[in-house]
C-alpha cells in the first residue's frame, strides 16, 4: 500500500542567501579639506544692484547735459531774435516821421533809445522838428530785411534795410526811398536800446 504523500517529512528549502539592504547615505554637502567655500546666495543681486544704479547715474547725467545744451541753444537764439526785433523797430522809429505828429513821434524814437542817445539828439531837436513843419515832411519807414552783424548778451550791431515812402511841400507825391542803418543796440534794464545809429551806403 502506497503511503500517503501528507505523511513524507518535507525538506527544507535552500538558495542564495537574501541580500542584505544597502545602507543609505545621508545626502547633503560633501565634508572635507577638499570642500572649498561657495558664495553666498544674496552677492549676485547685491553687484546686480550697484550696475543698475551705476547706469541710473549715467542716464541722469547725460539727460541733465542734453537739457541745459538745449535750453542754452534755444536760450542764444531768443536773445538774437530779440535784439533783431529790437533793432528792426528802432529803425523804422528812425524813418518815421509826420509833421503833424512830430512831438509824438520823437517821443517815441527817444523810448526806443537810451537816454545818452537822448540827451544827444535833445540838442538838435528843436531844429529838427521846425524843419518838418516848414517843409510838411511826411515819411514812414518798413524794415526790408535785417542782418546781425555781431552779437553778445549786452550788446549788438544790427543792419537793417530801410524801405520809406517820402513826401513833403516841395514833393508831394509819394517817393519811395530806400536806406540801410547801423545801429548799436545795448541791453538796458530788461530790454535792448539803441545807443547810436546812422545811414549807410
Request: charge should be negative; charged fraction near 20%.
Amino acid at each position: 500500500m502506497t503511503p500517503r504523500a501528507d505523511n513524507v517529512p518535507a525538506e527544507p528549502i535552500t538558495g542564495p542567501p537574501a541580500a542584505e539592504p544597502a545602507p543609505i547615505r545621508a545626502e547633503g554637502p560633501t565634508e572635507g579639506p577638499s570642500a572649498g567655500p561657495t558664495a553666498g546666495p544674496g552677492r549676485r543681486p547685491l553687484v546686480l544692484v550697484g550696475v543698475l544704479a551705476s547706469v541710473a547715474v549715467v542716464l541722469v547725467g547725460a539727460v541733465v547735459w542734453y537739457g541745459v545744451a538745449v535750453f542754452g541753444a534755444w536760450r542764444a537764439a531768443h536773445d538774437r531774435a530779440e535784439v533783431v526785433a529790437a533793432a528792426e523797430r528802432a529803425a523804422v522809429d528812425f524813418t518815421t516821421f509826420d509833421y503833424t505828429t512830430a512831438k509824438a513821434d520823437l517821443d517815441r524814437l527817444q523810448g526806443a533809445t537810451t537816454a545818452d542817445f537822448v540827451r544827444g539828439f535833445n540838442d538838435d531837436s528843436g531844429a529838427f522838428l521846425r524843419s518838418l513843419g516848414a517843409d510838411k515832411v511826411k515819411v514812414v519807414g518798413t524794415a526790408a530785411s535785417t542782418g546781425l552783424a555781431d552779437y553778445t548778451p549786452t550788446q549788438a550791431h544790427v543792419l537793417v534795410a530801410i524801405r520809406a515812402q517820402f513826401s513833403s511841400a516841395q514833393q508831394p507825391d509819394q517817393q519811395e526811398r530806400d536806406y540801410r542803418m547801423e545801429l548799436t543796440m545795448v541791453y538796458r534794464d530788461g530790454r535792448w536800446l539803441a545807443d547810436s545809429a546812422g545811414f549807410v551806403a
